[in-house]
């Protein structure tokens, strides 16, 4: 079938692919990868072969020449699929300025959905999945980035933030400033790859504990709402065995 397909790829794992995204993958015209490497890997690992299609690097802010030749490929019927590096495009990830276009044209436009590293460290937090809210990566500069925690510290969701290991400390310290110590968190790393670590704890703990480490890997941090610091299984424990000290509270629970 004609028209754009944008296709997620794993995370890590690299059977974490859809069959519908090998589908694809096997069978559109013209590839498209931000990083034509990791795509052709991805293929040979899964035995897909590229047979002597071509695979095209685009990239949103450098691919405006790409783009029109994309466009014009799918005007003239054929099937076009994009993967962005890992997990799902357009997710802190190139692919919005083409699916723009496609729109705008009135092509078709299908999407195979599939891993995303937000998702996955949702899936892993202990923090509440109802309602939240995706913030990418923050701005690198301190002033800059304190400014947008403070534009949603209120908001009544969890907070799911994407960072770079070397400024992982920075964005800590700036989330216990500016959130509030006891708010909730999880920083999830290394997602579904082999040294997948997941630490929950409040924003105090978690800056503390992290100081004198070196963080390595991928990251996301994940921010339980206001005012919902939830109880774990430890702190219940904690609590039990303090309310136990006392004697009205033994007898209670003798009787
Ligand atoms: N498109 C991707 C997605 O759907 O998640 C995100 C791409 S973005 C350029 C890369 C960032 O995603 C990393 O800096 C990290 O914050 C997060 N990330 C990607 N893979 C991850 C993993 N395996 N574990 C933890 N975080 C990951």
Redesign the pocket.
């Known amino acids: 079938q004609p028209g754009l397909y944008l296709v ?1 790829t794993p ?2 794992t690299a059977r974490d692919i859809t069959l519908r995204a090998l589908d694809i993958l096997a069978s559109a015209e013209i590839l498209v990868a931000e990083d034509t490497r990791s795509l052709k890997k991805l293929l040979a690992i899964h035995g897909v072969p590229l047979g002597d299609r071509p695979v095209w690097s685009y990239h949103d802010h450098s691919g405006a020449g790409t783009r029109a030749k994309l466009v014009e490929a799918v005007k003239q019927g054929r099937s076009v699929a994009y993967a ?10 190139p692919g919005f300025d083409l699916a723009r276009e496609m729109i705008a044209a009135d092509l078709p436009l299908t999407g195979a959905p599939g ?7 949702l899936l892993l937090s202990g923090l509440p999945t109802d309602r939240f809210l995706f913030l ?2 923050l701005p690198p500069k301190a002033t800059a980035r304190k400014k947008a925690l403070a534009e949603v510290s209120q908001v009544p969701c969890s907070l799911v ?5 070397k400024r992982v400390h920075a964005l800590l310290n700036d989330l216990r400033d500016v959130l509030g110590s006891s708010r909730p968190a999880a920083l ?6 082999r040294f ?1 670590e997941v630490v929950r704890t409040p924003l105090d703990d978690l800056a503390a504990e992290l100081t004198d480490r070196t963080i390595k ?4 941090v994940v921010v339980g709402p206001p005012g919902a610091a939830e109880w774990t299984e430890d702190d219940m424990r904690d609590a039990l065995a303090e309310a136990l000290k006392t004697q009205s509270v033994r007898d209670a629970a003798a009787f």
């Open positions: 997620a995370i890590g962005s590096e890992a997990g799902t495009p357009m997710v802190s990830d891993p995303s590293a937000a998702i996955a460290a990418g990566f933030i994407y960072e770079s290991p999830c790393r290394e997602l579904t790859k997948e890997g991928e990251c996301v």
